[in-house]
């Protein structure tokens, strides 16, 4: 029977759980800085043990809402992906998430428990009591050669990175001391969200925090095309850690689309990933548009489990609202 045990993080500790095959750039010492930063969030680190060998480590964060204790692996909105396990190959998810619910709603004392594990299946998730949505991501197997990264795009796409060529657009590789960047993104990120008559779901000290706790270790990616003019008219901000390449984020300007430097930003992005041994690229999260580049979908279910009705009732709330939030600030920003 599988046991969670809460653990201080020490330099063991880290090396321990970088030796696992499944780890993420999500369950790093530097990520988990930029999400309890950006969310005055509490990191969980937790040991799994079977009988007393440790067989995988559970990652996860702890905040308060309406004054009650919840604990998100990750919870929505923190702009960060799957997180859960860590787990020797021939342990089962299920087991490791039935030793997460007493661990969560005992020993944290937890009111409301949120996961999103990259090996969990909606089959593991059966008979726990738990709500799950399905929550896909598109990824690229970046094992095949170039050529054949690039045969595999929708021929619509192949134009698009040529015809950003012709026209000049230039992509260049920002260093994370960069003190232009987060501005160019986050403006052009004002932009695209302007377009759907929203506002952005972040602030800008989100941007600066991930590149500041990212940046020192080399693993994020941060890419600005320029057009012929060298003016920055597309940004794309590329954390990495492994085997995987992880698109964060992404913004242009609309007046300038039609040069496509959407597409020859990824196509970059692939490339440069590929040549440094990284064997996938997720999209986190899936879109019709991201089919274009030759994706494959696979599912991620979300799930979450409540204490109580009231708890699962207040967490459906909070969404509404943020919703309706963004709404009005959206209104707010055009009456400027």
Known sequence: MLRLQRVEPTPALW????????????????????????????????????????VGHFTGLL??????????????????????????????????????????????????????????????????????????????????????????????????????????????EASGDDPAFADEFYDQLRDVFAKQGLVPTYSIERVRSLIRNLAPAG??????????????????????????????????????????????LIWHALRWAKARGVTEFDFVGGNSYKAKYGTTEVPVPWARRSRSPLVARLRDVAKEGFALKQRAAARLARAR
């Not at 780890?23 to 950006?38: D, G, M």
């Not at 045969?151 to 230039?170: D, F, L, T």
Request: proline letters at 6%; hydrophobic letters at 40%; aromatic letters at 10%.
């Open 15 to 54: 090396s321990d759980r970088a030796g696992y095959p499944d780890r993420l750039i999500f369950h790093t010492e530097p990520w988990l800085r930029f999400v309890a930063e950006s969310q005055r969030a509490e990191p969980v680190l937790a040991t799994i043990t079977d009988g007393t060998t440790t």
């Open 63 to 172: 905040t308060r809402r309406y004054g009650l204790r919840i604990l998100g692996s990750p919870m929505a909105g923190w702009t960060t992906s799957y997180v859960g396990f860590n787990l020797e190959p021939s342990i089962p998810r299920r087991a490791a998430l039935e030793a997460l619910l007493p661990f969560a709603f005992g020993d944290l004392g937890a009111a409301h428990l949120e996961i999103r594990d990259r090996g969990l299946t909606e089959a593991d998730l059966e008979g726990l009591g738990l709500r799950w949505a399905a929550a896909p991501t598109a990824v690229i197997d970046l094992s095949p050669a170039e050529d054949s990264l690039f045969g595999a795009m929708a021929s619509a796409c192949r134009r698009n990175i040529r015809k950003a060529g012709k026209s000049g657009v230039v992509i260049e």
């Open 219 to 264: 693993s994020i990616l941060l890419l600005r095309a320029r057009d012929a003019e060298g003016r920055c008219i597309a940004t794309a901000v590329l954390p990495w850690y492994h085997r995987t390449m992880y698109f964060w984020g992404g913004a242009s300007y609309r007046e300038h689309q039609h040069l496509r430097p959407n597409e020859a």
